[in-house]
């Protein structure tokens, strides 16, 4: 049987991620550089092109020296936004109209007095900006029980989802919220802030997996939304994440005919056409 290797349909940059790009290369030629308040995306390789643009990464909003930032597509909480506008500084906002979708989502639940729950790695810019959001009336997990750490289980409660969270274990999670917490007089609002573009993603490599006999994700390893593709693709085939195609082993492929190939939303068009050349080549098809 001969070699097949097969690309998802849907791979390489998101809208959110193209758009970011976009806008602050842009900025970086016009402006002869830029600084990006954390990094703009989960990605090595990217990341290494926008230096070259002159795009630098400052941790904190102390350590800006221009008079410009750029924020990142992960977004940041209102109280960022006050430190950069306070310094009297151009902010330049790139964050994803997804992530923005589930800020103000987090703003209404607040305003609403609900204690806000986001399902997603709480160490994750993304997440802590959303949190930002709840002002100061929320918290971030991936395991419900956690709720009952806390000193009283709030009587309001509104569940939010990290976007490039795997809609199934969102739904898990909200089951296990419901167990939990649904008690006396409990009021459980539940917002869908899940990335359509990521479910589409991961639905589509999904579908390719299955039919894989072993199956590369491109992506930074930093990248959560590479990283849940990972996962997906784990449950059904021998699955191997990379980041770039120096890294693929050729006896990885001993006695694989379908090869399956996607990459994680940061990902840039170059560095999946490296691995699908050096797949080719080592595969001979």
């Known amino acids: 049987m001969p070699t097949r290797i097969k ?4 791979i390489g940059f998101c809208m959110g991620v193209r758009r970011a790009i976009d806008i602050i290369t842009d900025v970086a030629d016009k402006q002869g550089g830029v600084e990006t308040l954390g990094a703009l995306v989960h990605n090595q390789q990217v990341l290494k092109k926008l230096a070259e643009h002159g795009v630098s990464i400052v941790d904190n909003v102390s350590d800006i020296k221009g008079k410009t930032v750029v924020v990142s597509a992960h977004g940041v909480g209102p109280r960022v936004t006050e430190e950069i506008e306070s310094r009297g500084l151009t902010a330049i906002d790139t964050t994803c109209p997804f992530v923005k979708r589930a800020q103000v989502a987090a703003r209404k639940l607040a ?7 986001v399902f997603g790695d709480v160490d994750h810019p993304e997440v802590k900006g959303i949190l930002g959001w709840a002002d100061g009336k929320g918290m971030a997990t991936l395991d419900a029980r956690d709720l009952s750490k806390l000193e009283e289980l709030p009587r309001k409660l509104g569940l939010l989802s990290q976007t490039t969270q795997i ?7 909200v089951k296990d919220v419901i167990d939990i917490a649904l008690v006396k007089d409990a009021e459980i609002r539940v917002i869908d802030t899940l990335c359509h573009d990521i479910r589409r993603r991961q639905a589509d ?7 894989s006999d072993i199956v590369f994700v491109i992506g930074g390893r930093n ?3 590479t990283k849940h593709l990972f ?4 449950t059904v085939a021998d699955t191997r994440l990379i980041e770039t195609a120096a890294e693929i082993d050729p006896a990885w492929l001993k006695n694989k005919q379908k090869i399956g190939v996607t990459a994680g939303a940061s990902t840039d068009d170059e560095t999946i056409d490296d691995v699908m050349a ?6 001979g098809e």
Do not use: H, I, W
Request: glycine share 2%; with cysteine; net charge positive.
């Open 278 to 283: 050096r797949l080719r080549d080592v595969t």
């Open 111 to 117: 305003d609403a007095g609900f204690y806000t729950v």
């Open 223 to 225: 990248s959560a939304n």
């Open 7 to 10: 690309k998802a349909s849907n």
């Open 205 to 211: 490599t999904l579908k390719m997996a299955k039919d």
């Open 167 to 173: 809609p199934k274990a969102f739904s898990r999670f």
């Open 231 to 234: 996962e997906l693709c784990s």
